[in-house]
């Protein structure tokens, strides 16, 4: 673990250069000095210490085509506790409503000489699109159904701290899989760093294609619960859906909600988490959501300082460009 954010890599490129769109092919070498980094943040957090002058000058503008809560607000506070000038550019705000393509976006951001530039999208590819055309690096927070790599990052920060590795772990990602950019995320860094995955529900929400990334499939949570050392809940994304693929809310809870009978199959003391939003009383019950094994909470935490780490490891590969 690094004590000061100065021992970072200066020289710092992801597989996409100074963009994190995606986490799939990412080398452990590269993966490592993101969770090394937020959880030297993850202390200052605590002792209300952030280095205010590491961004000071950069302007990141959060870029949301989708809802969210939980990854704008933490973004916004990263990119603050390290002395950035942040903007907030919601659809509903933005010329995008009044017709403007996400190619006039990019030109008009590039024109406000935006250095780190946050983009969620319903349409994955969006960020890979932009980061094509505008000279800022672009973080993916969350694009479709394809990618959310700082989720998996800030999921990876929070198991490393419980178990000090990921390397050797049984995983157990379970629910609507098929629609989720975080399962995907997690999937390319947990198998990168040497965890064992498996995901868990009906076959109406696992992609068979999903085996090829190197996953075990289960469809019942007895079999892919057992012996567990993480339980990562999904939240069942009716957006998505077009219809058919799950019963009712109480149906799906019956067979694939987490309560805590399920939850003793896993290893004792296994670790719950979510990304959140959480549906409570369809993909977990509020007993399982609130007891001690839930590191939901912590994940929220992990995700300002994993998010200040991509934020400030970015703006120095920008400085090379
Ligand atoms: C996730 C997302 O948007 O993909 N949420 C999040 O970023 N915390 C998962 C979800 O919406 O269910």
Do not use: W
Not at 106 to 130: E, I, K, Y
Not at 195 to 222: F, N, S
Not at 251 to 280: I, Q, S, T, W
Not at 292 to 314: C, K, N, P, T, Y
């Amino acid at each position: 673990m690094n004590d000061s954010p100065r021992a970072a890599p200066s020289r710092f490129f992801t597989q996409h250069g100074r963009h994190l769109l995606g986490l799939q092919g990412m080398h452990p070498t590269r993966i490592t000095p993101f969770l090394d980094l937020a959880e030297s943040y993850a202390l200052m957090n605590r002792s209300r210490q952030t280095p205010r002058d590491r961004l000071r000058g950069r302007t990141v503008i959060n870029l949301f085509f989708e809802d969210s809560t939980r990854t704008r607000t933490s973004f916004e506070l990263a990119a603050k506790r390290l002395g950035a000038d942040v903007v907030n550019m919601t659809v509903a705000t933005s010329s995008v409503n009044k017709g403007e393509t996400l190619l006039d976006t990019a030109a008009t951001l590039n024109a406000m000489r935006t250095d780190l530039l946050v983009v969620r999208h319903s349409q994955s590819g969006a960020p890979a699109l932009l980061a094509r055309k505008v000279e800022a690096s672009v973080i993916n927070a969350g694009d479709g159904t394809h990618e959310h790599p700082t989720q998996a990052l800030l999921d990876a920060l929070t198991i490393r701290r419980h178990f000090g590795t990921l390397h050797g772990l049984t995983v157990a990602i379970c629910g609507d899989v098929s629609h989720s950019r975080v399962a995907r995320s997690n999937i390319h860094l947990l198998t990168a760093m040497g965890a064992k995955v498996r995901v868990v529900g009906p076959p109406t929400l696992i992609p068979g294609a999903i085996g090829a990334l190197g996953v075990d499939i289960h469809y019942t949570m007895e079999d892919g619960l057992r012996d567990a050392d993480v339980v990562m809940m999904l939240r069942m994304q009716r957006e998505r859906m077009n219809g058919g693929q799950v019963p009712s809310p109480r149906e799906y809870f019956r067979f694939y909600g987490l309560d805590l009978k399920r939850l003793a199959l896993a290893r004792p003391g296994a670790l719950v988490m979510h990304p959140g939003p959480m549906n409570r009383g369809v993909e977990i019950e509020s007993r399982v959501a609130d007891s001690d094994q839930s590191v939901i909470r912590e994940q929220v935490e992990m995700g300002v300082a994993v998010r200040m780490a991509v934020l400030d490891l970015l703006s120095r590969a920008g400085d090379l460009t």
